[in-house]
């Protein structure tokens, strides 16, 4: 369903309006892990009111196959982590 011109268009559509740069989605069976990269301002109100019926109905469709954490919050499919670590971050012993 993810696969590259799988995605409904104004899902898409939405999904940059919102101010999302960069999305990358990964799985592992019923888990799955979003990276995102968005702009100062998001997520920017929708004026488009068709964008968010469809994606209103993408969610539906794809809420059956995401199993929700046992802390989350009614009705919160996504949760916020934080990063503990940065590679990037860490001096080592020799240079690369």
Request: glycine content about 4%; charged content about 30%; aromatic content about 8%.
């Amino acid at each position: 369903m993810h696969e590259p011109g799988a995605v409904w268009p104004a899902v898409i559509d939405r999904i940059r309006a919102q101010g999302v740069e960069a999305m990358e989605i990964w799985q592992r069976e019923d888990r799955l892990f979003m990276i995102l990269e968005a702009a100062e301002d998001f997520p920017r109100a929708i004026a488009n009111p068709s964008l968010t019926v469809e994606n209103e109905r993408w969610e539906l469709l794809m809420d059956r196959f995401q199993k929700r954490l046992r802390d989350a919050n009614t009705g919160e499919k996504w949760s916020s982590l934080n990063r503990i670590f940065h590679l990037a971050e860490h001096a080592g012993t020799r240079e690369p």
